[in-house]
């Protein structure tokens, strides 16, 4: 049985995340209503990118490590798509393209942010079934 501090180290590191693509998509929104310049918004994005993928792949190690398959295979889609980005060079933000992708960037935000809220109510779940066993 997975312990249930594993789950909440889990929920605080999803917590973070979805703090993060909330930042972001506020970020986006102002660079559309034109109250940022590109270049600001590239260097502000770009020094929480690598960290977010970093927080998103340690709970995800954590949780196979520690026996939760379940939890484990249900985030591997996700990894497998950041890992994806890393690779093709597609994670980072420029600034002389960002109009031509704010959209699809924003987007990207949002099933972020979505899958992130999936997963913290179901580590929250899990966590409080833990301690109730």
Not at 32 to 51: A, E, G, H, Q
Not at 85 to 100: A, E, G, P, R, W
Request: hydrophobic share 50%; aromatic share 18%.
């Amino acid at each position: 049985m997975t312990s249930p501090w594993i789950y909440f180290t889990s929920l605080m590191m999803t917590c973070a995340s979805i703090m993060l693509h909330m930042y972001f998509t506020v970020m986006y929104s102002d660079l559309k209503d034109d109250f940022i310049n590109p270049i600001d918004l590239s260097r502000k994005l770009n020094y929480y990118v690598i960290p977010e993928m970093l927080l998103h792949a340690i709970s995800s190690v954590l949780l196979l490590f520690s026996g939760a398959w379940v939890c484990f295979i249900f985030n591997l889609p996700m990894m497998l798509w950041n890992v994806q980005l890393y690779v093709t060079h597609n994670h980072l933000h420029d600034s002389t393209t960002i109009f031509k992708d704010v959209s699809d960037r924003q987007k990207r935000s949002f099933i972020k942010l979505a899958w992130f809220s999936i997963l913290f109510f179901t580590y929250l779940f899990m966590f409080v079934s833990r301690l109730v066993d």
